[in-house]
């Protein structure tokens, strides 16, 4: 499976900014799939997952309420959407598929693609 995020940038806090990721070489709607982030020094955390078909979803609580995970399977492309972005935002975003279904945990998934960097700046 091929992955690949693009449209990271650097924005003022406040801010927002929309993450596309291309997917190839697997089923696409087969999978869930989600967005995790690592922040200077700091571990990769799962930042929103979401369903195969869509009608899932689940957020960290530090994003949840600003940020929008969606999918579309015809196009085998995943979406995060950023709003009221803050400092502590800042890091790589990738894409990655999970193993089957589930994706709640950062477990559930096991193929990431190349990141793409955030900068939120106060």
């Known amino acids: 499976v091929q992955l690949q995020a693009y449209g990271g940038g650097s924005v003022q806090a406040g801010g927002y900014l929309r993450l596309s990721c291309a997917a190839s070489?697997?089923?696409?709607?087969?999978?869930?799939m989600g967005w995790f982030r690592q922040a200077p020094g700091k571990e990769r955390e799962l930042v929103a997952g979401i369903s195969s078909l869509g009608g899932g979803a689940h957020y960290a609580d530090s994003v949840k309420g600003r940020f929008i995970i969606s999918r579309d399977n015809d196009k085998s492309t995943l979406y995060l959407q950023m709003n009221s972005l803050a400092p502590e935002d800042t890091g790589v975003y990738s894409c990655?598929?999970?193993?089957?279904?589930?994706?709640?945990?950062?477990?559930?998934?096991?193929?990431w693609g190349q990141g793409t960097q955030v900068t939120v700046s106060s």
């Open positions: 990655a598929s999970s193993r089957g279904l589930n994706y709640r945990y950062s477990d559930d998934f096991a193929f």
């Open positions: 070489g697997r089923t696409f709607r087969s999978y869930a």
